[in-house]
């Protein structure tokens, strides 16, 4: 399961669902879906796009209010019922290789790790003014935890995301999830994944 949440950017969640219908298409994987927390706005209707999309398995889970990252996800992972799937937490504006489903598969163990493949931050705006002889560079987000994958089980026993801590902020969220992920006794694994990248945006005009 992909889980995103979503506020107020149109153009943002579908290029989403164009991307993971390129990762459909490209993999042929019929075991993998999409759940998006969507905090409804007039700007996008999130249930017609997606019963427009290629997608096979997805759902929706509205909310009205203030947006509250951290309780959405964690509504979101609950929404999951079978102990032996895989939920993994991401982005919007994310490139996704076809690929990234079995490596996701792959590095998640049952009872032993979670797994935070390692992003590269190109052309964005946490990269702004890295060149190097004039040519513009990226990084890769050695300490950003966001994207995150467990067995549904596994993320019952850490607690999923720490919602009264982090309510209705963002940032630091993913790195306390790393630091209970390990002190829940898990191995913590990081894999630097080929065309896994940031995609360039902006917060206006969406």
């Known amino acids: 399961?992909?889980?995103?949440?979503?506020?107020?950017f149109p153009r943002m969640i579908r290029e989403f669902i164009q991307n993971m219908e390129r990762v459909y298409e490209e993999s042929r994987d019929e075991n993998f879906g999409v759940i998006v927390m969507n905090y409804a706005s007039p700007?996008?209707?999130?249930?017609?796009l997606l019963r427009q999309s290629k997608l096979k398995h997805w759902s929706v889970i509205d909310f009205g209010g203030p947006w509250e990252?951290?309780?959405?996800?964690?509504?979101?992972?609950d929404s999951v019922k079978n102990p032996d799937d895989i939920i993994f937490i991401t982005d919007l504006s994310i490139h996704y290789p076809a690929h990234l489903i079995d490596t996701i598969r792959k590095h998640t163990f049952k009872g032993y790790s979670g797994f935070a493949p390692i992003v590269f931050y190109y052309n964005c705006e946490f990269t702004q003014g890295l060149h190097?002889?004039?040519?513009?560079?990226?990084?890769y987000s050695i300490t950003g935890f966001g994207l995150f994958s467990m067995y549904k089980s596994d993320w019952i026993v850490v607690g999923g995301m720490d919602s009264s801590q982090f309510k209705g902020v963002w940032g630091f969220e993913d790195n306390d999830l790393a630091n209970r992920v390990l002190n829940s006794g898990y191995v913590?694994?990081?894999l630097i994944t080929?065309?896994?990248y940031h995609q360039n945006h902006t917060y206006t005009g969406f």
């Open 188 to 190: 913590l694994l990081r």
């Open 69 to 77: 990252k951290t309780a959405a996800i964690n509504v979101g992972i």
């Open 1 to 8: 399961h992909f889980l995103v949440t979503q506020r107020k």
């Open 43 to 48: 700007l996008i209707n999130v249930v017609t």
């Open 132 to 139: 190097d002889g004039g040519h513009f560079i990226g990084l």
């Open 194 to 196: 080929r065309d896994f």
